[in-house]
């Protein structure tokens, strides 16, 4: 039996809490949404379940995939076990076509598309902004090792070609997705979240948002889109989840 300890940390969509187990934590999903670095907060009703069970399903398709990830199971709703990582100070973001501030940055119109796709790596820290950063910051900073980045790299595009291909046949595209990894007992595992939250996912014929945007833009009610991306994986009409 699982007995939740301690907050260990608190961040913008989730809580994490130790466990009896100093190796397994358990992750908290909640309905705040925070946009512009913490200049526009609020809540998308049901986000915590959905994300919950968005994580669940991608998390599966990795192990399906033999991609190690920090991914235990699903306790109830809101909640998930999963293996206690230490977490690289490096988000990594995969990017497919042009969106938010890459389009601001290179002056290209959204939806441009990207190919090969782009990576990009992020100095982890909300109060500065996770501003771009390169191999030779990691290196000099001591963020990470080279072999902890390229493998790193090579799994951000391993998993960028399992969930395009899997979201395709729901006709829903992965326009860009970021990603956290954490160090496991000499072990690099892909952790933290995949979710709307981190990710765009547009509509394959409408190129409407189904992601955070929905909120971060005010394009339309988040909490449907939501609702809509979780029913399209599971396959499932009038889902509640």
Not at 24 to 48: N, P, S, W
Not at 76 to 105: F, H, M, W, Y
Not at 162 to 188: A, C, K, N, P, W
Request: with cysteine; net charge negative; charged share 30%.
């Amino acid at each position: 039996m699982i007995h939740t300890g301690e907050l260990i940390r608190e961040g913008k969509s989730k809580r994490i809490y130790a466990t009896d187990d100093p190796d397994v934590a358990v992750v908290y999903f909640k309905d705040e949404a925070i946009a512009y670095h913490g200049l526009k907060r609020g809540r998308i009703l049901g986000k915590g379940e959905v994300n919950n069970a968005i994580c669940k399903t991608f998390f599966h398709l990795l192990d399906e995939n033999g991609i190690p990830n920090h991914y235990i199971e699903q306790l109830d709703s809101r909640q998930s076990l999963i293996k206690r990582c230490d977490i690289l100070p490096v988000k990594l973001k995969v990017r497919n076509r042009v969106a938010g501030t890459l389009g601001e940055r290179l002056g290209l119109p959204d939806g441009t598309p990207l190919d090969p796709p782009v990576v990009e790596f992020l100095y982890k820290g909300s109060d500065m902004e996770d501003p771009l950063i390169n191999m030779t910051h990691i290196l000099a900073l001591r963020m990470a090792t080279r072999e902890e980045m390229e493998a790193a790299t090579e799994t951000a595009l391993r998993i960028n070609d399992v969930i395009t291909s899997y979201m395709r046949e729901i006709d829903v595209e992965v326009i860009d997705f970021q990603l956290e990894f954490g160090r496991f007992h000499g072990e690099i595992l892909v952790a933290d979240e995949l979710t709307p939250d981190v990710a765009r996912f547009w509509d394959a014929t409408t190129h409407e948002p189904l992601d955070i945007d929905c909120f971060r833009c005010d394009i339309r009610d988040a909490a449907q889109a939501y609702q809509e991306l979780l029913h399209r994986m599971m396959g499932l009409e009038g889902c509640t989840c």
